[in-house]
Nanobody, 123 residues
Framework: QVQLAESGGDLVQPGGSLRLSCAAS????????MGWYRQNPGKQRELVAE???????KYADSVKDRFSISRDNTKGTVHLQMNSLKTEDTGVYYC?????????????????WGQGTLVTVSS
């Protein structure tokens, strides 16, 4: 089993920066894609950024050139550096990971989510 724990959410002013961290525990040695999603009340959870085990990244258009995702496979961590924050970046940020069933990708995979961390961008 893999568990995810986020940290770093806070209240920040527009234009400011914040760094979110997510630490995986359990069987972490071959976790697949990891990423960050955000959600606001009444809205669907949306992808913010994701990174493959090999380091390929994907970003939502709204955060390109402002956010940067990184990961450390040996530690099972993924980080989201958020710069030039805007009020519309406000939301609960969830860490996500694709984890192979029983540690074996041939058996398929499950999606694991963290509990979420709140980011509020407001003056």
């Amino acid at each position: 089993q893999v568990q995810l724990a986020e940290s770093g959410g806070d209240l920040v002013q527009p234009g400011g920066s914040l760094r979110l961290s997510c630490a995986a525990s359990g069987r972490i040695f071959n976790i697949g894609d990891m990423g960050w999603y955000r959600q606001n009340p009444g809205k669907q959870r949306e992808l913010v950024a994701e990174i493959s085990r090999g380091g390929n990244t994907k970003y939502a258009d709204s955060v390109k050139d402002r956010f940067s995702i990184s990961r450390d496979n040996t530690k099972g961590t993924v980080h989201l550096q958020m710069n030039s924050l805007k009020t519309e970046d406000t939301g609960v940020y969830y860490c996500h990971a694709d984890v192979p069933q029983g540690g074996d990708w041939a058996q398929g995979f499950v999606e694991v989510w963290g509990q979420g961390t709140l980011v509020t961008v407001s003056s």
